[in-house]
């Protein structure tokens, strides 16, 4: 089932956005090498609890699984996404790491992620995360009042395919607000003109993972890697379908 949100609760999910916009910048400057994941993840808890807000991601369960242990999945160079924040992963020179993170104010949900460069990084590792962050913009821009699903997927499948990388298998993104992961699921590709109907009031969160050398994926516990070990890139918004172009929730 597919919520449209009332006005308060669009409010409310703004809100939790919000907090996720901020917190995504602020940690722009902490992403240098030497800091490990789990300090990332401390600091992450404490900027939400300060806010109001508590980490959605964390103690989340899902069969088979012990629950979530972090606030933010954090996810280095082949690590596609899920990664967990641990004192043993320490960034360095080079590397790129997808941060998501989402949390919940008031019970309502956001989600967004995004990837950065620690230090100087490759051109090569550069262009995988312009084309994701591309291929996020290109999501959003196909979100409006009455077009469908597979419209957004198109815009991402096609871009990425078009610039020689691969959406990874099996990881969408999804409706989120009402709770962390709703319905409808948004697939990485598919075909224009197909799915379920946009509606002005659906809030959405659309998350590209983009890998350069393969879709294919291996899973290891919560943690997703890119199977032929190439470089994965992962950016993510929560969005508000409206009548004109979508807003962007977990914009700061
Ligand atoms: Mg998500």
Same mark, same amino acid.
């Given at each position: 089932?597919?919520?449209?949100?009332? *006005?308060?609760?669009? +409010?409310?999910?703004?809100?939790?956005? %919000?907090?996720?916009?901020?917190?995504?910048?602020?940690?722009? !400057?902490?992403?240098?090498?030497?800091?490990?994941?789990?300090?990332?993840?401390?600091?992450?808890?404490? $900027?939400?609890?300060?806010?109001?807000?508590?980490?959605?991601?964390?103690?989340?369960?899902? *069969?088979?699984? #012990?629950? $979530?242990?972090?606030?933010?999945?954090?996810?280095?160079?082949?690590?596609?996404?899920?990664?967990? *924040?641990?004192?043993?992963?320490?960034? #360095?020179?080079?590397?790129?790491?997808?941060?998501?993170?989402?949390?919940?104010?008031?019970?309502?949900?956001?989600?967004?992620?995004?990837?950065?460069?620690?230090? %100087?990084?490759?051109?090569?590792?550069?262009?995988?995360?312009?084309?994701?962050?591309?291929?996020?913009?290109?999501?959003?821009?196909?979100?409006?009042?009455?077009?469908?699903?597979?419209?957004?997927?198109?815009?991402?499948?096609?871009?990425?395919?078009? %610039?020689?990388?691969? *959406?990874?298998?099996?990881?969408?993104?999804?409706?989120?607000?009402?709770?962390?992961?709703?319905?409808?699921?948004?697939?990485?590709?598919?075909?224009?003109?197909?799915?379920?109907?946009?509606?002005?009031?659906? =809030?959405?969160?659309?998350?590209?993972?983009?890998?350069?050398? =393969?879709?294919?994926?291996?899973?290891?516990?919560?943690? $997703? $890697?890119? !199977?032929?070990?190439?470089?994965?890139?992962?950016?993510?918004?929560?969005?508000?379908?409206?009548?004109? %172009?979508? +807003?962007?929730?977990?914009?700061?």
């Amino acid at each position: 089932m597919i919520y449209l949100k009332s *006005p308060s609760e669009i +409010e409310k999910i703004r809100a939790a956005s %919000q907090i996720i916009g901020e917190l995504l910048d602020t940690l722009t !400057a902490m992403i240098v090498p030497g800091i490990s994941t789990w300090e990332l993840d401390q600091y992450a808890e404490s $900027f939400i609890r300060e806010r109001g807000g508590k980490p959605a991601f964390k103690g989340y369960k899902i *069969p088979g699984l #012990k629950p $979530f242990p972090g606030t933010l999945c954090t996810s280095p160079n082949s690590c596609i996404v899920h990664g967990i *924040p641990s004192k043993k992963v320490i960034l #360095k020179e080079g590397d790129i790491i997808g941060i998501d993170v989402g949390v919940i104010k008031d019970r309502y949900y956001g989600d967004a992620a995004r990837t950065y460069a620690v230090g %100087q990084i490759s051109s090569e590792a550069a262009r995988l995360m312009d084309v994701t962050r591309t291929a996020l913009s290109l999501g959003i821009q196909a979100a409006v009042d009455g077009a469908r699903v597979g419209d957004i997927s198109y815009a991402v499948g096609s871009y990425i395919a078009s %610039q020689g990388y691969f *959406p990874a298998d099996d990881l969408t993104g999804h409706g989120v607000g009402i709770k962390l992961h709703e319905d409808p699921q948004i697939p990485n590709s598919g075909k224009a003109g197909y799915g379920p109907r946009l509606e002005a009031g659906m =809030t959405l969160a659309i998350e590209p993972m983009v890998n350069i050398g =393969t879709n294919r994926v291996i899973e290891k516990g919560w943690e $997703f $890697f890119a !199977a032929d070990g190439s470089l994965s890139a992962h950016y993510e918004h929560s969005i508000l379908v409206t009548n004109a %172009q979508a +807003e962007i929730l977990t914009k700061a």
